[in-house]
Structure formats: structure tokens, C-alpha cells
T-cell receptor
Framework: GESVGLHLPTLSVQEGDNSIINCAYS??????FIWYKQESGKGPQFIID?????DKRQGQRVTVLLNKTVKHLSLQIAATQPGDSAVYFC????????????FGQGTELSVKP | GAGVSQSPSNKVTEKGKDVELRCDPI?????LYWYRQRLGQGLEFLIY????????KSGLPSDRFSAERTGESVSTLTIQRTQQEDSAVYLC???????????FGPGTRLTVL
């Protein structure tokens, strides 16, 4: 069936380094992708999104890359800070299924001071 | 401004009992979503409302699960005859319209003993 998955369940980085979190998706009909950050005991928080007609989108310290050829999505966090420690999820949406999101497994990012 | 709120924050129940989980979306948001998150996993879509109608109930795991929304506002997710496998965090999200950004509540942690 359709799925969105992550290559790495955990990622540990040094403060100040760049982080890259990866995600694979299987449904070529997906036209919208989102990265969420979830801190312990809280609901997911929107970080950045990208539509399927784009390859790259930048925000504040974050960049999302979309490679539709290999159905791969990545989140890059520049100059990672301790406050970035959380679980990161990618999610996909199909254009004809309302706002329903399909989430990946999640990657836990741990930032060492 | 007020975000999405959910109650209770924690619910412990005995196997076989019924539970009701409540979601208050952001005022003016017409779309409302329920997701389930098992420990260490991503979010699973359950159901979504546009107004008081539910165009997509495809994620409800069994007929023990039901949800309603009234006044284009508050929603209640009901689980009848709870089972231990129902233990999870139940998250609610709302958006201005179906294809807009979803804002998540903090979730209700359900534990079935």
C-alpha cells in the first residue's frame, strides 16, 4: 500500500552542525509535502511545506528538497540548535483526498551541546 | 490567539468501557481532523470533517470508533468497548479550509488497562 517512510529513526548531531533528515514516499499522486516538528507531549508543529511543482523551498534555517524522480524528500536544518531536538515527521497529501495527511514514521533528532 | 484544544489531556480506562474525546478547533476553521499516534510511530489518519459532514472516514479502525461534529465547531471522537490496542495519543487538527495548513492540538493520551 501507499506509505511514507524515513531512512533513519534517530539522528544525533553536534550543536552548530547542519542536520539532514530524509523521507521516502511511494505515491506519485501526492502533490503536497509537509515537514512537522513534534516535541515531547505536544502536537506536531508545521515547519515547512513544498508542492510537487517545486524542487526546493527555503525557510528560516530550514530547506526542503523534493526529488520526484526517486520519490525522496529531505529536510535540512542549518546551524542546528538544542531547541531543534524533537521528532520530525514528513507527511504527504493527495490532491483529490481533501486535507488528509499521510505521515511517515518519524526521526528523532538529538542535538548535543 | 487560542489554538486547538483537546480534553481530557489524559484518560485511563478499563477494557470494555466507552470513552469520549473532545476537540475544540480554532474559531472559524471549517475543517477538522482526527489522527491517532501510537507510541514511537507516526500519525494515522482517522477521519476528517468539512463543516459538520465527514467526507472521509476511511481511517476509522473499526465500527467501535465514531465521531461527530456540531455547529461547525467542537468534535467528539467516541470509542466503544475499548481494547488495549486502542491505547495511543489521539490528536485533533483544524484548518481554515480542507487544503489549508493544519494546526494540531496537544492530544489526548488514552490508556486502556
Amino acid at each position: 500500500g501507499e506509505s511514507v517512510g524515513l531512512h533513519l529513526p534517530t539522528l544525533s548531531v553536534q550543536e552548530g552542525d547542519n542536520s539532514i533528515i530524509n523521507c521516502a514516499y511511494s505515491n506519485s499522486a501526492s502533490d503536497y509535502f509537509i515537514w512537522y516538528k513534534q516535541e515531547s507531549g505536544k502536537g506536531p508543529q508545521f515547519i515547512i511545506d513544498i508542492r510537487s511543482n517545486m524542487d526546493k523551498r527555503q525557510g528560516q534555517r530550514v530547506t526542503v528538497l523534493l526529488n520526484k524522480t526517486v520519490k525522496h524528500l529531505s529536510l535540512q536544518i542549518a546551524a542546528t540548535q538544542p531547541g531543534d531536538s524533537a521528532v520530525y515527521f514528513c507527511a504527504e497529501r493527495h490532491g483529490n483526498q481533501g486535507g488528509k495527511l499521510i505521515f511517515g514514521q518519524g526521526t528523532e533528532l538529538s542535538v548535543k551541546p | 490567539g487560542a489554538g486547538v484544544s483537546q480534553s481530557p489531556s489524559n484518560k485511563v480506562t478499563e477494557k470494555g468501557k466507552d470513552v469520549e474525546l473532545r476537540c475544540d478547533p480554532i474559531s472559524g476553521h471549517t475543517a477538522l481532523y482526527w489522527y491517532r499516534q501510537r507510541l514511537g510511530q507516526g500519525l494515522e489518519f482517522l477521519i476528517y470533517f468539512q463543516g459538520n459532514s465527514a467526507p472521509d472516514k476511511s481511517g476509522l479502525p473499526s465500527d467501535r470508533f465514531s465521531a461527530e461534529r456540531t455547529g461547525e465547531s467542537v468534535s467528539t471522537l467516541t470509542i466503544q468497548r475499548t481494547q488495549q490496542e486502542d491505547s495511543a495519543v489521539y490528536l485533533c487538527a483544524s484548518s481554515f479550509w480542507s487544503y489549508n495548513e493544519q494546526f494540531f492540538g496537544p492530544g489526548t493520551r488514552l490508556t486502556v488497562l
